[in-house]
Structures are given as C-alpha cells and as structure tokens.
C-alpha cells in the first residue's frame, strides 16, 4: 500500500507479558518516529530513527521500552513486563527526508491500540 | 523547549458556520507549525503547516490557520463548517519541518457540527 502501514490494529495483553508492535513506513522514507497516544490526549514522541541508526530515543518512558529498525525500513517497537499504564494507542510516522527536503511532513499510520488488562 | 497549547477541548458549532480553532506555541527558535486531524480510530491527517514562506497557510478541505508572530498563535479555521469536519484537531510544532525530529502536540480540539 502506499501508506503507513502498523500491525497489530489492536492488541490486548496480560500485565507482565510483552509485547511486540510493528511498523511499516512508506518505501523510501528515511524518517521513522514513534509516538504514544493516551486516551483523549495529544500524541507524545517516543523515538526516531534516520534510516537504521536511533538519532533519538528520549521520550521512551522506561527501559522497559525498546524499538529497532534494523534495516532502516520496517521498525518494531517492543514494550517488555506491559503495565496497565502502557495501554495507549502507539503511533507510527515516516517522512522523507533528505539534506534539500528536509521539510517534508510526517506521514501516520492508523495506529496500534494496545489494552493491557 | 517547544509547548503547544490548544485553548478548548471541545468546540461546538452549527454547520454551516465558520469554525475557529485555537492554538499557541511556546519555541525557543522560529517554529514549524503544524495541523493534523484525526478521525475515529484513524492515525493524523496533514491538513496544512508553517514554514516560514508565507504567513496565511491554505490546507486541505478549505482549512487556513495564520501565523502570528506577535501573539505566537497559529489558530485554524474554515469559513463554513460541513458535517464531515467533525472530529479531533492537533496543532503541533516542531524545530524542523517535520522531517528531522519529533513533533511536540497539543492536546486536541473536539469539533463537534450540529445540524
């Protein structure tokens, strides 16, 4: 397709288990960033990557979250022992960026809504 | 530091009517300014940002927002609202045009169109 695209759309998980979401950018975007949307706010920056390498992972709550781009295409964010305060929506964006377009948007994916019971 | 304050969770208005949403920014450099809207179990919209080229930005779906250096406000609005404009608005800001970093958002503005 030719958006954002996340899997799973929702997932619902005992406190403790960990979790595992995915995120496919739009082909050819350098920009990934990962956001956490709390129900009935704003979504909050997580991370971002430039391709493979993590420019910036300072809005991860804990180091109980981790998230990879291996490849710099498809990016995983992982949220180990969840705890009921992780349920939110996670969001995913891409943008392509580049040094002469570096104002190009950010693009969303429809998110992950993620229920920890 | 970057901040963005959306005045009004919920804003209500008639269809047909104009609709002003409002959003102030707090930024230590000049600012790109952004709206996304979002849709019932739906990821951001881009409906317009700022860039510095121009100061009255035009967007998507007969949207407009400002840029106000002065009162540091980037407020949106549309001159007739239509039914299907209903749902949750973002300003957002960030110190690059969206490309090279994270953007900082708001807490969102309900629209809601009555009939």
């Known amino acids: 397709g030719a958006g954002v695209s996340q899997s799973p759309r929702y997932k619902v998980a005992k406190r403790g288990q960990d979790v595992a979401l995915r995120c496919d950018p739009i082909?050819?975007?350098?920009?990934l960033f990962w956001y956490q949307q709390a129900l009935g706010q704003g979504p909050e920056f997580l991370t971002y990557f430039q391709n493979e390498a993590q420019l910036d992972k300072s809005g991860l709550p804990s180091d109980r979250f981790f998230a990879e781009r291996p490849e710099g295409s498809v990016s995983t964010l992982k949220i180990q022992r969840t705890q009921q305060e992780d349920s939110a929506v996670y969001l995913c964006?891409?943008?392509?960026?580049?040094?002469?377009?570096?104002?190009?948007?950010?693009?969303f994916g429809d998110g992950t809504r993620l229920s920890i019971l | 530091a970057q901040s963005v304050t959306q005045l009004g969770s919920h804003v209500s208005v008639s269809e047909g009517a104009l609709v002003l949403l409002r959003c102030n920014y707090s930024s230590s450099v000049p600012p790109y300014l952004f709206w996304y809207v979002q849709y019932p179990n739906q990821g951001l919209q881009l409906l317009l940002k700022y860039t510095s080229a121009a100061t009255l930005v035009k967007g998507i779906n007969g949207f407009e927002a400002e840029f106000k250096k002065s009162e540091t406000s980037f407020h949106l609005t549309k001159p007739s609202a239509h039914m299907s404009d209903a749902a949750e608005y973002f300003c957002a800001v960030s110190l690059s045009g969206g490309g090279a970093d994270g953007l900082t958002f708001g807490k969102g503005t309900h629209l809601i169109i009555q009939p």
């Open positions: 082909s050819g975007h350098v920009s």
């Open positions: 964006a891409s943008s392509l960026e580049t040094g002469e377009m570096s104002n190009q948007p950010q693009h």
